[in-house]
């Protein structure tokens, strides 16, 4: 996973990054959203394999809320579907295909 320096452009690996090679601006708060997010992701999947579909639901939808990526929105799909909230449905959906 790599993060885009705000200040000048240049992508950097988020491992371990707190500061841009190029122009020395911090990134430990990128870093830690980007680590939040796949947190919330994590336990998202877990909440899903142990049919835990409120929080897996709560976990999808906190993550995307960090980071718009399609692993986030599937997972909130598929605890969505699973709860059977057909307006969460539709709108996982949407965000499956903007993700």
Do not use: N, Y
């Not at 841009?20 to 959203?33: F, H, K, N, P, Q």
């Not at 049919?51 to 799909?77: I, K, V, Y």
């Amino acid at each position: 996973m790599s993060i885009l320096c705000p200040a000048c452009g240049k992508s950097t690996d988020a491992g371990g990054a707190t500061s841009c090679a190029r122009c020395g601006c911090d990134l430990s708060v990128l870093a830690a959203i980007l680590e939040a997010a796949e947190w919330h992701l994590q336990t998202a999947a877990h909440s899903i394999r142990d049919s835990e579909w409120a929080l897996a639901h709560e976990h999808a939808e906190r993550s995307w809320e960090l980071r718009q990526t399609r692993s986030a929105a599937m997972l909130g799909f598929l605890a969505a579907l699973a709860q059977g909230e057909a307006g969460w449905v539709e709108r996982w959906q949407k965000r499956v295909r903007l993700a």
